[in-house]
């Protein structure tokens, strides 16, 4: 049974910093490409970062480029998100993804993802 578990969200003021993790199992963690994804309220979910299966590569929605950062450990089966320089449109539910084997193709797009994670809620206040 494949698992993706997000935690680390919460509430914090504009300008402040969270990490966020997700914690995979079930699933063939090393071979696959990892994304992260958000959904504000009455928006659909966008594309915020993924990294490559080895770690090798990163991509970043250009709204969030220099200040977040993707990371995995591939021993630990996790994968993490550092928010820096939060803003108030970065409130959102954010959620992890697992994408196919070996497959970096559609990293931006939910159909490069087969497993998701249930959300963690991340509030910027102003």
């Known amino acids: 049974q494949v698992q993706l578990v997000e935690s680390g969200g919460g509430l914090v003021q504009a300008g402040g910093s969270l990490r966020l993790s997700c914690a995979a199992s079930?699933?063939?963690?090393?071979?696959?490409?990892m994304g992260w994804f958000r959904q504000a309220p009455g928006k659909e979910r966008e594309f915020v970062a993924r990294?490559?299966?080895?770690?090798?590569?990163?991509d970043y929605a250009d709204s969030v480029k220099g200040r977040f950062t993707i990371s995995r450990d591939n021993a630990k089966n996790t994968v993490w998100l550092q928010m820096n320089s939060l803003k108030p449109e970065d409130t959102a539910v954010y959620f992890c993804?697992?994408?196919?084997?070996?497959?970096?193709?559609?990293?931006?797009?939910?159909?490069?993802?087969?497993?998701w994670g249930q959300g963690t809620q991340v509030t910027v206040s102003s």
């Open positions: 993804a697992a994408g196919r084997p070996f497959s970096g193709s559609s990293y931006y797009t939910e159909s490069g993802y087969v497993y």
């Open positions: 990294i490559s299966w080895s770690g090798s590569n990163t």
């Open positions: 079930g699933v063939t963690f090393s071979t696959r490409s």
